[in-house]
């Protein structure tokens, strides 16, 4: 009873503050994506993503060591691919000498102990830029999860540790699983995207990668059919348990800042290592509102992020990464 407890006393100053602060943030928390083009010397800055850049394969050498060097140790990759390797079938994603093979390689060979997860879905290697097959207007469930099992098998065989599958077709966690098992790469984990949601906060991802959907007649211009109605929470569950029935070893909510309260019930309600991905979007806010002199951007930085621990992540998925480590340390 006031005034026999006074909160304010907690709070005097950073001493205490530090004292009885609930949460940490520190370089373990951190899955940092990675975007990687063809080419040589190639290091190109996102327009909608300001400072951040897309490698080639000898300039994303020095950035993995540079992450190392930070106490960063996993990273999460994707891919540009070409125009002309694109098609429905993503045949280009199961060439052992592709892009994301070669890049998953690159990155053992600089780094060996860094722990590297590879981008599953279609969607970079899509002429449609879906993340699954595309027949008579629909996205084919079925023949789409036999491919993902073949491109997780083809990144497990180039030295992937996981596959991250963010693709949202049905059971293609268990399909994955199978081909993995079924293939010796026992060891192999996966970190499935498992409630993920429709979102317009993935506007400059799909920028980075020319990966949005296209816009043609008979061709969905969203990806609602796979992806969650951002209306809805219990079906986050639902996904959530049949991908850790399936075999996920990581499970992920993504959005992020605007989901947290999805976060933190998957945290409550499943024992596996939860993942939040601070996508495109919320980058793009913070660095443009920063720019315009509106936001401190450190702060906001720090602020959102341990918004991701106080709800309960136990890994963040963030571009915000470097800079967030660079801060704290
Ligand atoms: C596609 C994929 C997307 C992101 C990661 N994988 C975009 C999408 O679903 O359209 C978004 C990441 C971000 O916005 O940072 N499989």
């Given at each position: 009873?006031?005034p026999?407890?006074?909160?304010?006393?907690?709070?005097?100053?950073?001493?205490?503050?530090?004292?009885?602060?609930?949460?940490?943030i520190?370089?373990?928390?951190?899955?940092?994506?990675?975007?990687?083009?063809?080419?040589?010397?190639?290091k190109?800055?996102?327009?909608?993503?300001?400072?951040?850049?897309?490698?080639?394969?000898?300039l994303?050498?020095?950035?993995?060591?540079?992450?190392?060097?930070?106490?960063?140790?996993?990273?999460?990759?994707?891919?540009?691919?070409?125009?002309?390797?694109?098609?429905?079938?993503?045949?280009?994603?199961?060439?052992p000498?592709?892009?994301?093979?070669?890049a998953?390689?690159t990155?053992?060979?600089?780094c060996?102990d860094?722990?590297?997860?590879?981008?599953v879905?279609?969607?970079?290697?899509?002429?449609y830029?879906?993340?699954?097959?595309?027949?008579?207007?629909?996205?084919?469930?079925?023949?789409?999860?036999d491919?993902?099992?073949?491109?997780?098998?083809?990144?497990?065989e180039?030295?992937?540790?996981?596959?991250?599958?963010?693709?949202?077709?049905?059971?293609?966690?268990?399909t994955?699983?199978?081909a993995?098992?079924?293939?010796g790469?026992?060891?192999?984990?996966?970190?499935?995207?498992?409630?993920?949601?429709?979102?317009?906060?993935?506007?400059?991802?799909?920028d980075a990668?020319?990966?949005?959907?296209?816009?043609?007649?008979?061709?969905?211009?969203?990806?609602?059919?796979?992806q969650?109605?951002?209306?809805?929470?219990?079906?986050?569950?639902?996904?959530?348990e049949?991908?850790?029935?399936?075999?996920?070893?990581?499970?992920?909510?993504?959005?992020?800042?605007?989901?947290?309260d999805?976060?933190?019930?998957?945290?409550?309600?499943?024992?596996?290592?939860?993942?939040?991905?601070?996508?495109?979007?919320?980058?793009?806010?913070?660095?443009?509102?920063?720019?315009?002199?509106?936001?401190?951007?450190?702060?906001?930085?720090?602020e959102?992020t341990?918004?991701f621990?106080?709800?309960?992540?136990?890994?963040?998925?963030?571009?915000?990464?470097?800079?967030?480590?660079?801060?704290?340390?």
């Amino acid at each position: 009873m006031y005034p026999l407890r006074r909160n304010r006393r907690l709070r005097q100053n950073e001493a205490i503050r530090s004292l009885v602060r609930e949460n940490y943030i520190t370089p373990n928390d951190f899955l940092v994506p990675l975007f990687v083009v063809e080419g040589k010397g190639v290091k190109e800055e996102i327009a909608s993503m300001p400072n951040y850049f897309r490698y080639s394969l000898d300039l994303l050498e020095g950035e993995v060591k540079q992450l190392w060097s930070l106490g960063l140790k996993s990273v999460l990759l994707f891919v540009k691919v070409p125009d002309n390797l694109k098609d429905n079938k993503g045949t280009e994603a199961l060439n052992p000498n592709g892009l994301m093979q070669r890049a998953v390689k690159t990155v053992k060979n600089v780094c060996p102990d860094m722990l590297v997860m590879t981008d599953v879905a279609l969607d970079p290697y899509s002429v449609y830029g879906h993340d699954g097959i595309v027949e008579q207007g629909m996205i084919i469930n079925d023949d789409t999860a036999d491919v993902l099992a073949e491109m997780s098998l083809s990144h497990a065989e180039a030295g992937a540790d996981f596959v991250a599958p963010s693709d949202m077709m049905d059971g293609r966690i268990m399909t994955i699983r199978e081909a993995l098992e079924d293939n010796g790469f026992t060891d192999t984990g996966i970190m499935s995207y498992s409630a993920k949601y429709a979102s317009a906060f993935y506007g400059p991802f799909r920028d980075a990668l020319d990966s949005a959907p296209v816009d043609l007649v008979d061709i969905p211009k969203d990806k609602k059919t796979y992806q969650m109605d951002f209306a809805n929470r219990h079906e986050a569950l639902r996904e959530t348990e049949m991908d850790v029935d399936e075999g996920a070893d990581i499970v992920m909510v993504k959005p992020g800042i605007a989901y947290l309260d999805i976060v933190r019930e998957v945290k409550n309600e499943f024992d596996v290592p939860v993942a939040v991905y601070q996508v495109s979007g919320e980058y793009a806010m913070i660095k443009a509102a920063a720019e315009k002199g509106w936001l401190d951007h450190d702060q906001v930085m720090l602020e959102s992020t341990m918004a991701f621990k106080r709800a309960g992540a136990d890994i963040i998925a963030s571009y915000f990464a470097k800079d967030v480590v660079k801060l704290i340390s």
